[in-house]
């Protein structure tokens, strides 16, 4: 189990004040990691995975903190917790995710000193940033990021910011809330980021058909399975042959997981907990539950075997799983599982229009 | 006031003595009229039909050949008029040579064509009504042909190929399976409105067009997968295949060279639902396979269901039209795969839309033609369905199989040597810059083009 060069070299990252060294590390890491994939279960290899991304960006939060002092804007004037969404937030990272983040700090307590507070943040936030950028990080393309200002404001900006999301929910709110489901922090003080989950969690509660609203966006993404049972590959470019794995199975998956858990209140961000803990709340019986964490198990392999390189620095992905890749027996599991996850969504587009 | 009435009668009818003479036209001249009518309005149709292979070619392709394609359309429908007039004409209908056994393979006779101004007695049809459909046939199926050569393709060679193609391959073909003396014909092979003849041999030239070209630029990448260049407007693509299915009208029910007994009028009908076979089929299929429902696909059944049943149309019964017409629509979807598969690249899926369909329009006659319409049109017998009989259906693929060999063979020889002689593809940096630019040197889109450029 215990793996004694990634436990080094993951000690030696709280130890490295220096970002080119933290960029030497992670690439030592990546390139130890990577071929373990096929020699351990896959639910260890992200525990172990994720554990190193978090130490990387903690680091790298730690480091801009001192940057900032360096630069004589002083230490950070009230608490915060630095955010991850996304699959950072779903302890899902891969070796090749891209920054989704974002930044809470609590209200000052004279609110006149609210400009100054959100102007050392803004100014952190980017230092934090482009640090992991240095670390081949790239940004997200969405702009989901902590550099973002919409991304990175005081509690009660946050919480007033989910009230009218809940209230008013368009398309792009309900986008931006369930990013917000997957939330986790990944550095700073937690009871900043525990108000704001639970303040998500109650309007989840109070507020009325919000799960119908959420539905459209959670079922955006279509499985890769045709109805005569074939799987849709692409056709065209460098990856033509390919099966777009991260939004024909992955994401789907995470989705229709992530609507029932927030719907049952599940605090839970990683899919195979949030799957867990449904079983738990009787929401999904064991058979189900067993036959879903199955699937995903084999989605997150198959994840880790996606076209990924390196380019400009950044460690990237294209979510694409190779023709080379796909064998008879895994296209068989593939659509198998892909059979799954449409039933999945069935029952995640009935509960959530109430349908049950 | 009578008085009045009559003396100037009396008085006209001296100035114009004919008015008091007027006889009815006789039945042979009014029903004479009546076809002259119908058949020029239907050549104009299928003149029209240039304006959707115009919208067809540049939609479908990108904008810095648009005014190209445009231009040299309008250019080769005039050298091709040139051309048909002065040899093609002869080629295809002459009967000069009828006593002779070579005419069974090629006519001859009134070359640089000159019709006598007015039907003569017994005519159910003005030779210059004919020649101006059979003329428009002609330059439709070159049109298709230029589907092989777009955006790559020498102005020069646009030139060259629509002589030769005017003069040496299409009258053949026409003459083959239209002509009375043509040796199809008098076997019996059906071809109503040219499945083969305009169709599938368009669609060989520009398969040997497109294989001697190579494919475009970026078409195809090192590891054999493909890269998909979009058309530049894809409501210029709908547009065409509308126009194009009005101008069918034309094209099909046309080609009943005589109004009748209304028996064009069922041409129509079964023209009508072939095309929506074909567009309903192909975006159904191509929604089940890929998962979306893709409109170039669509746009290609509705012409795959049109050139499908070309042939087929006078011959069929209606259910048996909606079928030609559905399976043309997922034909043509399997086979522009086909194609992009051994990399031949198509850019408005001739190949596929008048290849493929064009082939399984003819071969469709020995299966659903029944015997009751062949007797009545007295071209070969019914098909594998109504008769039980092979036949109809083994004339049919003779009939592909000899023309398309022919058309093969020819635009392979032609083509071929264009290409040792004067080169067929413009260089590479012409084809990059675009062929409105290279060929013409200006753009078919000033504003937009210039903009791109200094971006690059």
């Not at chain 1, 960029?23 to 260890?44: K, N, S, T, V």
């Not at chain 2, 009396?10 to 004479?32: E, I, V």
């Not at chain 2, 979807?333 to 992009?340: I, P, Q, R, V, Y």
């Not at chain 2, 635009?411 to 040792?420: E, H, Y």
Request: charged share 15%; hydrophobic share 50%.
């Amino acid at each position: 189990m215990s793996d004694p060069v990634r436990a080094e070299l993951l000690a030696r990252i709280g130890n490295t004040g220096d970002v080119a060294a933290l960029r030497g590390l992670r690439d030592q890491i990546q390139a130890h990691m990577g071929p373990l994939l096929f020699e351990r279960p896959i639910e260890q290899f992200y525990t172990d995975l994720n554990e190193v991304h978090d130490a990387l960006i903690r680091r790298a939060v730690a480091l801009s903190e001192e940057k900032l002092a360096r630069m004589g804007e002083g230490s950070p004037p009230v608490p915060y917790a630095y955010l991850l969404f996304g699959s950072g937030g779903r302890e899902e990272q891969t070796l090749t995710s891209d920054q989704d983040s974002g930044l809470v700090y609590a209200d000052p307590e004279d609110p006149s000193q609210l400009e100054e507070v959100a102007r050392y943040f803004g100014l952190f936030a980017q230092t934090v940033v482009m640090t992991l950028q240095q670390l081949g990080y790239p940004p997200c393309e969405g702009e989901v990021v902590s550099s973002n200002p919409l991304w990175c404001q005081s509690l009660s900006q946050w919480t007033g910011k989910l009230d009218l999301w809940f209230k008013e929910p368009d398309w792009e709110r309900v986008r931006y809330l369930l990013i917000v489901a997957d939330c986790r922090i990944v550095a700073g003080q937690p009871f900043v980021w525990l108000a704001l989950k639970e303040h998500f969690f109650m309007l989840m509660l109070s507020t009325d058909r919000i799960a119908e609203s959420m539905l459209n966006n959670t079922m955006r993404h279509k499985v890769l399975l045709g109805v005569f049972g074939q799987l849709f590959k692409e056709h065209y470019g460098e990856d033509a042959g390919s099966l777009d794995l991260k939004y024909g199975a992955y994401i789907p998956m995470v989705n229709a997981i992530r609507l029932l858990a927030i719907q049952a209140g599940i605090r839970a961000t990683a899919t195979m907990t949030r799957i867990e803990d449904l079983t738990r709340h009787g929401v999904l019986d064991e058979a189900e539950g067993a036959a879903y964490a199955e699937v995903f198990r084999l989605f997150m392999r198959l994840r880790l075997l996606t076209t990924s390189k390196l380019e400009d620095g950044f460690y990237t992905s294209g979510g694409k799983l190779s023709n080379a890749r796909l064998t008879k027996e895994l296209i068989e599991e593939l659509k198998a599982g892909l059979r799954i996850v449409r039933k999945l969504q069935k029952k995640v587009r009935k509960r959530a229009t109430g349908r049950i | 006031m009578v008085k009045k009435l009559i003396l100037s009668l009396g008085a006209l009818s001296l100035l114009f003595p004919a008015m008091a003479f007027a006889d009815d036209p006789s039945a042979g001249t009014l029903n004479m009229g009546l076809n002259s009518i119908w058949v020029l309005v239907a050549a104009v149709l299928v003149i029209l039909m240039q304006g959707g292979f115009i919208l067809l070619e540049s939609g479908s392709t990108r904008m810095k050949n648009a005014g190209h394609i445009a231009g040299k359309t309008i250019f080769t429908l005039g050298l091709c008029t040139l051309v048909y007039w002065a040899v093609g004409y002869a080629f295809a209908f002459g009967t000069d040579n009828a006593e002779n056994s070579i005419s069974s393979v090629v006519g001859w006779g009134g070359a640089f064509f000159s019709p006598s101004v007015a039907a003569a007695d017994g005519e159910s049809l003005p030779s210059t009504v004919f020649f101006i459909f059979q003329l428009a046939f002609a330059a439709v199926s070159l049109s298709i042909a230029w589907g092989g050569f777009a955006e790559r393709a020498k102005l020069s060679a646009y030139l060259v190929f629509t002589v030769l193609f005017t003069a040496l391959i299409y009258p053949v073909i026409s003459h083959w399976i239209w002509s009375s003396t043509g040796w199809l014909f008098t076997k019996g092979a059906q071809d109503y409105a040219g499945s083969t003849v305009v169709h599938l041999t368009g669609a060989i030239a520009a398969f040997a067009a497109t294989v001697l070209l190579k494919p475009r630029i970026g078409r195809f990448n090192k590891d054999g997968s493909a890269n998909e260049i979009l058309g530049h407007n894809q409501v210029f693509g709908a547009l065409s295949v509308l126009i194009l299915w009005v101008g069918w009208f034309g094209f099909n029910a046309g080609s009943a060279l005589s109004v009748g007994d209304g028996f064009f009028g069922y041409v129509a009908f079964n023209t009508q639902l072939g095309a929506a076979g074909g567009a309903v089929a192909a975006l159904l299929i191509s929604w089940l396979v890929n998962g979306k429902a893709d409109i170039t696909t669509t746009l290609n059944g509705a012409l795959a269901g049109l050139v499908a049943i070309t042939a087929t149309c006078a011959f069929v019964d209606p259910w048996a039209a909606v079928v030609i017409g559905l399976v043309a629509g997922v034909l043509v979807f399997f086979s522009a795969k086909f194609f992009e598969k051994i990399k031949v690249d198509d850019p408005i899926f001739a190949l596929s839309v008048h290849g493929a369909a064009g082939v399984w329009g003819t071969v469709a006659n020995g299966i659903f033609a029944t015997d009751v319409l062949a007797k009545k049109l007295n071209v070969g017998e019914g098909g594998l369905i109504d008769t039980g009989n092979w036949h109809q259906l083994w004339i049919q693929v003779e009939s592909v199989l000899v023309c398309g060999g022919y058309t093969l063979v020819a635009s392979f020889i032609l083509l071929g040597i264009m290409k040792v002689v004067m080169g067929l593809r413009v260089t590479e940096e012409q084809e990059i810059i675009g062929l409105d630019l290279s060929e013409h040197g200006t753009f078919g889109y000033p504003e937009q083009m210039k903009k791109a450029q200094q971006n690059m």
